[in-house]
T-cell receptor, first 116, second 114 residues
């Protein structure tokens, strides 16, 4: 149990286009999901906390108009990178807590975004 | 505030020899501590966790870690390294409520030499 999936696993896009990444909890409901960004050979950096039915909470320094988060259902959160540029190229990972009161998070397999 | 320090950015061991990945933490509360493993271009997999029960925690794939409050440490060990253990390892701390974001260490890359 407690499986988190991401789609796509990798994406290549042109500069200026927008890219949507999906994060799904496959066998549980997640009122809260988390989006992380990871640069090569670095640790994970929390970008935002996605809350079902309400606005996401962004970490300091993360542009909310650049990284749009929508948590429309209890099993799906999406991250849209708008007007992507090469500096947005990174590995994006989502996670969810299960059960909701747990301190443990289950991570998706990640999405590799390359912006040309 | 909480913080995690992974003392080694890279550890290299020979196959069949013991593994020690060091982690020190700082927390105002009684923390929960986790070790996650990440293989290249993959997500994170939980190896083990400490949540105020037994201080010696056994995880998957033969790994274990001991919570030492007096030393504020949570080092990860394995008696005998396998080639498949080569990966990035993250030590992570959470506050007791789980309502604040996880705090990640910078990671330790484990290389296993045949």
């Amino acid at each position: 149990g407690a499986v988190v999936s991401q789609h796509p696993s990798w994406v290549i896009c042109k500069s200026g286009t927008s890219v949507k990444i999906e994060c799904r909890s496959l066998d549980f409901q997640a009122t809260t999901m988390f989006w992380y960004r990871q640069f090569p050979k670095q640790s994970l950096m929390l970008m935002a906390t996605s809350n079902e039915g309400s606005k996401a909470t962004y970490e300091q320094g993360v542009e909310k108009d650049k990284f749009l988060i929508n948590h429309a259902s209890l099993t799906l959160s999406t991250l849209t990178v708008t007007s992507a540029h090469p500096e947005d190229s990174s590995f994006y990972i989502c996670s969810a807590k299960f059960p909701q009161t747990s301190r443990e998070q289950f991570f998706g397999p990640g999405t590799r975004l390359t912006v040309l | 505030a909480q913080s995690v320090t992974q003392l080694d950015s890279h550890v290299s061991v020979s196959e069949g020899t013991p593994v020690l990945l060091r982690c020190n933490y700082s927390s105002s509360y009684s923390p929960s501590l986790f070790w996650y493993v990440q293989h290249p271009n993959k997500g994170l997999q939980l190896l083990l966790k400490y949540t105020s029960a037994a201080t010696l925690v056994k995880g998957i794939n033969g790994f274990e870690a001991e919570f030492k409050k007096s030393e504020t440490s949570f080092h990860l060990t394995k008696p005998s390294a396998h080639m498949s253990d080569a990966a990035e390892y993250f030590c992570v701390v959470s506050d007791p409520s789980g309502n604040t974001p996880l705090v990640f260490g910078k990671g330790t890359r484990l290389s296993v030499i045949a």
